[in-house]
């Protein structure tokens, strides 16, 4: 059964094809944000999600964004299936990349401190981006790490993010600008072909803030609003007041879609899968 509330605030739905029993077919997937969880559930055997969950909380610190993935979990039977394996992703400032020739794995402490970010406790990590010489090193919480020890496998959403960007774009010329909007806070990148020229994560408490930080993403880096688009995903969509405002200053503004080799059932494929795109692009991260 689907339940779906209209601001899509909250959404518990599976196909009819979904069986507990089958778990070791099924991959699920996590994002923690800063405006809550969502979950997807991938079907290795036909190639395709078959289940997709989300609520919409204030998420005060990784804590309590986990308290909101265990609840929802706890309240939704199918979530709780032994699966094949588990991915969980989240976004947060406490990355930085490094060129791969630069690297050096005893410097990783130094690395985060030069990225600006206050140091937060937990254990720092790093892994290599599929699409681009560069290493990502970001620092996991404590309460993660825990996750982590039970199987699941942790990364931060910057790798992922920034690998479907690049591989969606590998033949593609020409300058664009992405924003997977959560609620408080949004990742953006910019990337030229198939080269990655910034990827960052803002807060924001309005829609104002919001715009005023895309825009002045474009006028640092003197990108062209009448030419240069802005694709989006997450919470917001073309009702909304954020995107009305985006097309005031850049000609040209859409929703981003989903790459064609992404496969829905038919109950996920009327969600409008392009708008949870940080979170199935969690796919290219199944071994």
Not at 108 to 127: A, C, D, K, M, W
Not at 227 to 233: C, D, E, N, T
Request: with cysteine.
């Amino acid at each position: 059964m689907a339940e779906l509330t209209k601001s899509m605030e909250e959404i518990a739905v599976h196909d009819e094809s979904f069986d507990v029993a089958k778990g070791e077919n099924y991959t699920l997937m996590t994002l923690l944000s800063s405006g809550g969880v969502a979950c997807a559930v991938h079907d290795r055997i036909e190639n395709r999600f078959i289940a997709l969950a989300k609520r919409n909380v204030k998420i005060a610190g990784i804590e309590s964004a986990i308290a909101a993935f265990e609840k929802l979990r706890a309240e939704i039977p199918w979530l709780n299936s032994a699966y094949r394996s588990e991915i969980l992703t989240f976004p947060d400032k406490n990355f930085t990349l490094i060129p791969t020739g630069l690297f050096e794995s005893e410097k990783r402490e130094t690395y985060l401190n030069f990225s600006g970010v206050p140091g937060t406790q937990g254990e720092i990590q790093h892994h290599s981006l599929s699409t681009m010489n560069a290493i990502l090193v970001y620092r996991l919480p404590v309460a993660l790490r825990t996750l982590q020890s039970a199987g699941v496998k942790v990364l931060h959403q910057a790798g992922v993010s920034i690998d479907a960007i690049l591989l969606m774009n590998k033949n593609k010329p020409g300058k664009r600008v992405y924003a997977f909007i959560h609620k408080h806070s949004f990742e953006i990148l910019v990337i030229s072909g198939h080269s990655l020229i910034l990827y960052n994560i803002f807060e924001y408490q309005d829609t104002d803030e919001l715009v005023y930080h895309i825009m002045n993403i474009y006028e640092s880096l003197e990108l062209n609003p009448e030419s240069i688009p802005v694709f989006l995903s997450g919470e917001m969509d073309k009702n909304s007041a954020a995107y009305a405002l985006l097309y005031k200053y850049i000609r040209h503004v859409d929703m981003l879609g989903i790459p064609e080799h992404y496969s829905f059932s038919y109950k996920l494929s009327e969600l409008n899968p392009g708008r949870f795109f940080g979170l199935f692009s969690q796919l290219q991260c199944v071994s």
